[in-house]
């Protein structure tokens, strides 16, 4: 008997014009560990929610079809009883925790069953055991971080020892720290054989090993694809870019390798099994230059990247004189300068003082844990929170002394969350908001606002309502807003969170070139496989002092700087290093 | 945890009713001073707050008392006034001894609930006393899981709030002058409105798919009861406001009492 069934589902929800599931069929069987891909907006987490009976029990719209779950009808089944059967795991840590305390969340659920006092006792040490947070028992919740408060969640579920677990983008809000330890738990509860697995993730590569299926939900809400991965992403790869969805590097990698006429046996889904098929075939110096050189991407040596290649070859480090701070800034100008000195006289601010340049042209990465104090710092080069006078210099010009309306016009800055930009109910009264202090005749501004929908792809939309538009579509509209004034330097803030393959690789090319036409680029972000193929530098942060700046190359040879800041290296770089090792 | 802290939130409550009903009946100043100072030692020595913490709570309402003072000889009816002796005379109008004291009292009056109140709110645990609301007093479950996933969603919300000022700060939006005010509003609410609905949406879903509802009882990991020390404090805190009465009324430092006291 399969752990998931569901024949020909379909849902629409309450008023909405078409189904977002369309006759989904799948299985997955006992203690299998499956992987659902899908585009934003395909339906993933409604398909999710099918399978504990929130759909069609608690969620009004259409349903049709049968959805079997450890072999109960879900349809026919109660809430408690797919609760004891079906774990639920969400994206947001903040709201799927209920209550103030460790002990008393994992209570929660077992409290509902009604379960004996003594039961519950065993129930919650054994799962905070699993989630490793035994020693956080009687702590509060809004002390933990957000990577121990979503093995709190999870902890929460395994409480009511279910046999089905459901993860909905478990570590979409995580750090690489918060993420490397959620996986490494996922991947004994799967070795434990206890679990069923389905996990909606786009974080593939360190999940691969752990993955015996994979299902991808296409955008007609049908299943697109179904088999092993190595099925999957080899067979259907090209479906799968059509659809836009995540995939693994390795496979990534190797589709490109084979395009370039580098034959890949067999079908890799790691990056050490890449270097180790690669091994069979004979590796001559061309094809490892070729296969390097595949690896790195499409990283193209820009402005910044010849300007600062002028610089000596820097072990970057903060106290070292030959970091790229110190490169000739004779030659490029700086746009933006911090000097080390205290930001606030408030004696508990998060940033230490510290010494960071940034010249014009570059891209530049924020990066380290959660709480280092990234978006603390960009919102200081912004001014939405004031450093005391001599700390920041924009263009050679303290910052303390910039009029608010001038900076607007010089820095863009675009938030995690773009809905929270939006200052007008139609598309292209956003765009021309951004104008308004420029003081434009009519003509130019609507030729303008003409200009950036056309850029950003958004001219269909130009009467639309901002709120209506698709996650992608949002992005791409606050971060054209921050452009229309011309601003010259963007600092952007997670931009490819929430968003899927094809809308993060699009933003990231016109990140790249804006860069080439002489904007400066800052972004925040998590994501290291994306940095190292866009950034030329990186500034690491950790509790708030600059631990690194320098050329994204070189943090990648700093393993114990890596370490130490939580951060991890992206497959292209590993690839690289194990095949450097083979070589030798 | 200090003795109060581990006192039963509804003992605490049980204790501090009575004296705050019948401070609500003095008119005069002698009855709330002698009340803030007990209830003020009771909670710094049995609840272990430090008083720095406890000035600070306590420093608004400060405020407002005087206020009180300062406005209410002013506004007094001259009834209250009436044979009292003659303070200051600004020529527009007059302060007399009673119409100060009156304004005194109340505004001690007042300061005296917020102490009393704080004995409860500050060595309290939300959790413990929804739990307690829950288990002994019958409220429903329902209900305190919702206030408390309310009281969750505060700091959240504020959170998001200041996001937003901020996303609009950076676009240049400052929503100035009191005719854009409605507009503002309106801003601001908007993705407020979104996120708040997204997250009570979440919120519902993670507290279905555990069986939240799923029976007309639960059963509960921590019992929350009544103890012999709840008992010992409610009664020696009733004793105590109690005697106190009775040492005023002695001295004659009681005064009046009456539930209006409004002689505008």
């Known amino acids: 008997m399969s752990a998931i069934e569901m024949r020909d589902v379909r849902f629409a929800y309450a008023g909405a014009s078409k189904p977002v599931l369309d006759g989904v069929r799948l299985r997955v069987e006992a203690n299998e560990t499956a992987l659902l891909l899908g585009a934003s907006g395909a339906g993933k987490s409604s398909l999710a929610l099918c399978l504990n009976g929130l759909i069609p029990g608690g969620i009004p719209g259409e349903f049709d079809g049968v959805v079997r779950v450890a072999g109960m009808d879900t349809a026919a089944a109660t809430i408690a009883e797919l609760a004891v059967q079906v774990g639920l795991v969400f994206q947001d840590p903040e709201a799927q925790l209920v209550t103030m305390k460790v002990e008393d969340e994992v209570a929660f659920g077992l409290e509902n069953i009604a379960l004996e006092p003594e039961e519950m006792e065993r129930r919650i040490e054994e799962a905070l055991r699993q989630t490793g947070l035994s020693a956080l028992r009687h702590s509060r919740i809004d002390k933990l971080s957000g990577g121990q408060k979503q093995r709190l969640a999870l902890a929460s579920v395994l409480a009511m020892r279910p046999s089905v677990l459901v993860l909905d983008e478990p570590t979409a809000n995580l750090d690489p720290e918060g993420t490397r330890e959620l996986f490494a738990i996922l991947r004994e509860l799967r070795a434990s054989g206890r679990y069923t697995i389905l996990l909606i993730e786009h974080k593939l590569d360190e999940l691969m090993e752990m993955t015996d299926r994979v299902l991808v939900l296409g955008r007609g809400g049908r299943i697109a694809a179904d088999g092993s991965p190595r099925e999957v992403f080899y067979r259907q790869y090209d479906e799968l870019v059509q659809e836009g969805v995540w995939l693994p590097y390795a496979v990534q990698l190797a589709h490109r390798l084979i395009r370039r006429g580098v034959p890949v046996p067999g079908a890799s889904l790691t990056v050490q099994e890449t270097v ?9 110096e061309e094809v490892r230059e070729l296969v390097l050189h595949t690896a790195a991407g499409r990283k193209s040596e820009s402005a910044a990247n010849a300007a600062v290649s002028a610089e000596t070859g820097a072990n970057a480090g903060i106290d070292s004189e030959s970091d790229a701070n110190a490169a000739d800034g004779a030659e490029t100008e700086i746009v933006l300068e911090i ?24 891209f530049l990465a924020l990066v380290g844990q959660n709480g280092a104090g990234k978006s603390t710092l960009a919102r200081y080069m912004i001014k939405l929170l004031r450093a005391e006078p001599g700390v920041i210099y924009l263009q050679g010009r303290d910052l303390a002394e910039w009029p608010a309306q001038l900076l607007t016009r010089e820095i863009g800055y675009v938030f995690q969350n773009p809905e929270h930009q939006f200052v007008t109910n139609r598309v292209s009264d956003e765009l021309a908001f951004g104008l308004k202090s420029l003081a434009l005749a009519k003509e130019e501004v609507d ?17 639309a309502n901002p709120f209506q538009l698709s996650h992608g579509e949002k992005r791409r509209l606050s971060t054209a807003s921050m452009l229309i004034a011309g601003q010259k330097l963007l600092i952007l803030d997670e931009p490819t969170f929430g ?35 866009y950034a030329d530098h990186a500034a690491v942060l950790k509790a708030g002092r600059l631990i690194f700046h320098g050329r994204t190359r070189e943090l990648f040879d700093r393993e114990e700087l890596l370490a130490e800041a939580g951060l991890g290296l992206p497959p292209s770089i590993e690839l690289e290093r194990l095949l450097r090792a083979v070589c030798v | 945890m200090s003795c109060l802290h581990r006192l039963n939130p509804l003992a605490k409550l049980l204790a501090i009713g009575p004296p705050a009903l019948f401070l609500a009946l003095t008119t005069n100043v002698w009855t709330p001073l002698l009340y803030i100072t007990l209830t003020i030692g009771v909670t710094l020595t049995l609840g272990n707050i430090p008083a720095s913490r406890y000035f600070r709570v306590c420093a608004p309402m ?3 008392v005087l206020g009180f003072v300062l406005v209410y000889p002013f506004l007094v009816s001259g009834r209250v006034n009436e044979g009292s002796e003659l303070w200051l005379d600004l020529g527009f109008a007059k302060v007399y001894e009673a119409g100060f004291l009156f304004g005194l009292a109340t505004g001690l009056r007042l300061l005296a609930m917020l102490v009393l109140s704080l004995l409860f709110t500050l060595t309290t ?25 309310v009281l969750r969603f505060v700091p959240l919300l504020k959170n998001q709030f200041q996001l937003v000022r901020m996303a609009h700060q950076v676009r240049g939006y400052t929503g100035k002058g009191s005719r854009k005010i409605l507009e503002r509003t309106q801003r601001y609410a908007l993705p407020l409105l979104s996120a708040s609905l997204r997250h009570a949406e979440r919120m519902a879903y993670s507290m279905d798919s555990r069986a939240f509802g799923a029976y007309r009882n639960r059963t509960y990991l921590r019992r929350s009861a009544m103890a012999g020390r709840d008992y010992v404090f409610i009664g020696a805190f009733w004793i105590g406001a109690a005697a106190a009465a009775l040492v005023l009324s002695r001295f004659g430092l009681l005064g009046k009492l009456s539930l209006l006291k409004t002689y505008h």
Do not use: C
Not at chain 1, 276 to 284: I, Q, S, Y
Not at chain 1, 517 to 533: C, F, K, L, P
């Open chain 2, 125 to 149: 645990d939300t959790t413990d006393f929804i739990r307690a609301l829950i288990q002994q007093w019958k409220v429903s479950y329902r209900f305190g899981f919702g206030a408390l996933a």
């Open chain 1, 276 to 284: 180790k098929l690669l091994e069979a075939v004979p590796l001559t």
């Open chain 2, 62 to 64: 400060l405020l407002v």
């Open chain 1, 447 to 463: 030729a303008r606002v003409e200009r950036m929908l056309e850029r950003f792809g958004l001219a269909a939309y130009a009467d």
């Open chain 1, 339 to 362: 000097k080390p000195a205290e930001f606030t006289r408030d004696k508990d601010g998060v940033l230490k003082p510290m010494h960071l340049r940034v010249l014009k042209g570059d």
């Open chain 1, 499 to 533: 968003q899927d393959q094809r809308n993060a690789r699009q933003l990231m090319r016109t990140m790249k070139e804006l860069q080439e036409s002489g904007h400066t680029i800052v972004i925040i972000s998590h994501d290291m496989g994306m940095i190292a193929e």
